[in-house]
């Protein structure tokens, strides 16, 4: 699994003209299914990114967790993640098939909430328009092949 993380101080995802999901000050994940992966990694990555310490304490630094700071998760499906970007025109066979991908785009979201985080999301396939402020900005690449 690939996640790009990125602190917020909003985002939002609309489809068609309809907000479907929205968040105050938290994260901005998008995130990427290999075929390989599992639900051991979905859950191994909900775990890091519930405890990572980006949120400034009152002396400005990073050091604080999302929960500390009553934040959120907007989690939007990524298959260009895996993009194989060796051509002008990328190709996209490193990615989960939706049969594979869904199941654990849902599993990676019921474990954040199982650790008592708020979750909106988008629809994995939709076309999506996302938007979001980005705080810092503090932005992180999580690959579970390496974390």
Not at 27 to 55: M, N, Q, S
Not at 86 to 105: E, N, Q, V
Not at 113 to 138: L, T
Request: with cysteine; hydrophobic share 45%; charged share 25%.
């Amino acid at each position: 699994m690939r996640a790009v993380v990125t602190r917020v101080k909003e985002a939002s995802v609309e489809i068609e003209g309809h907000v479907c999901g929205q968040i105050k000050a938290g994260y901005l994940v998008l995130l990427g299914i290999a075929p390989e992966d599992t639900a051991e990694d979905a859950a191994h990555l909900a775990e890091k990114i519930v405890h990572l310490r980006v949120f400034s304490d009152e002396a400005g630094k990073m050091n604080r967790a999302l929960a500390e700071v009553n934040g959120a998760v907007l989690v939007i499906s990524q298959f260009t993640l895996f993009a194989d970007l060796k051509k002008r025109r990328p190709g996209f066979s490193k990615a989960a098939k939706p049969d594979h991908a869904i199941p654990l785009y849902e599993t990676f979201m019921k474990e954040l909430e199982m650790r008592d985080v708020h979750v909106e999301h988008g629809e994995f396939g939709a076309d999506m328009q996302v938007s979001s402020i980005n705080d810092g900005p503090v932005t992180l690449l999580f690959d579970t092949t390496e974390v």
